[in-house]
């Protein structure tokens, strides 16, 4: 099992199985990552990788509409289009806030 942090939900800790969808395990444990259309579509699932970052799967082509090259390297994905292999802690900022 795989533990996710939930940061900005008072750091809350989840466990979840290997290879899990960020979104799916936020939905399914209540961890609180912004979401609507659960499809890589609208952005708003996007959230930081602040520890674990080597612990998640490739960027998707879909990412790369919502988030820039210097998101990336600081961490920046997309909840719904994550998948999660080792441990990791992850926060947000509320839905409509710009990235720093
Ligand atoms: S929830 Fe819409 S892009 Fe992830």
């Not at 809350?12 to 979401?35: C, D, H, Q, T």
């Not at 890589?40 to 080597?54: F, R, V």
């Amino acid at each position: 099992m795989v533990e996710i942090t939930f940061i900005t939900n008072g750091g809350k800790v989840v466990s979840a199985p290997p290879n899990s969808n960020l979104l799916r395990v936020s939905l399914k444990e209540k961890g609180g990552i912004p979401f609507k259309c659960g499809g890589g579509l609208c952005g708003t699932c996007k959230c930081l990788i602040e520890q674990g970052l080597e612990n998640t799967d490739a960027v998707k082509p879909k990412e790369r509409r919502h988030l820039r090259p210097e998101d990336f390297e600081k961490g920046y994905r997309m909840a719904c289009q994550t998948f999660v292999n080792g441990d990791i802690k992850v926060s947000w900022q509320s839905p409509g806030t710009k990235l720093p």
